[in-house]
């Protein structure tokens, strides 16, 4: 039987391009664009991405009763969250200081405006945008087979702060350190979008989608 993909809709974020590459390293999985509950509960794998501001999010997954299944699908099988999808995990984002899912301790914070940030002489914009190194913080199924600094791509002017920090699975600079990738149990989710990161990007995608949710491999 064929593995079933949901790739949850809550009227924001990059759907069509995160669904096409789920489907050119799946090509046997059943990849379906959805906002219904019901759906997403039956789903064997669940991709939770997105783009905008986090109040306007948390609004979206309110109003279409998506909270309490994307709760229960973190608890139970393998989870992905790319960019505001890792966002709003957290507690809390100072983008609209509203409240996020609360799955994960620790906050959301603004990157420091330009005027503060500086390397090389240059100054640094926020957003965020463009190709970054991604240090691996600890061995994850889901790096397996990509090289430690590859490259990815990033589109943010927030980052998250773990309470925890046994949660960060990878850093990036900009210029000072931030965890852009998180792991724990069966939920992983990263800032930069991977679905635009070329090889390594679609290296993550299929080692997500042949992943069984236990992160305690070597």
Not at 14 to 25: G, M
Not at 83 to 112: I, K, N, T, W
Request: hydrophobic letters at 45%; glycine letters at 8%.
């Amino acid at each position: 039987m064929s593995s079933r993909i949901a790739v949850v809709d809550y009227g924001m974020g990059n759907l069509r391009s995160v669904a096409k590459a789920l489907e050119h390293v799946a090509p046997q999985a059943v990849i379906e664009v959805t906002a219904d509950a019901t759906a997403i509960a039956a789903a064997d794998r669940v991709v939770f991405p997105g783009q905008g501001a986090m109040r306007d999010a948390m609004r979206e997954l309110a109003a279409r009763d998506l909270v309490p299944v994307l709760r229960d699908a973190i608890a139970a099988k393998p989870f992905l969250g790319i960019c505001l999808g890792l966002q709003a995990l957290f507690e809390h984002s100072e983008e609209g200081d509203c409240a996020g899912l609360g799955v994960l301790p620790g906050r959301v914070r603004r990157f420091a405006p330009p005027a503060e940030a500086h390397t090389g002489g240059e100054r640094l914009k926020v957003p965020h945008m463009g190709w970054n190194s991604v240090n691996q913080s600890r061995p994850h199924p889901l790096w397996a087979g990509i090289a430690d600094d590859s490259r990815f791509y990033f589109v943010h002017s927030y980052f998250v702060e773990p309470a925890d920090s046994a949660t960060a699975a990878a850093t990036s600079a900009y210029p000072g350190r931030f965890c852009c990738a998180v792991a724990q149990g069966s939920l992983f989710a990263t800032q930069f979008h991977p679905e635009k990161s070329q090889g390594a990007g679609l290296a993550l995608l299929r080692n997500f989608v042949n992943w069984d949710g236990q992160s305690a491999h070597s």
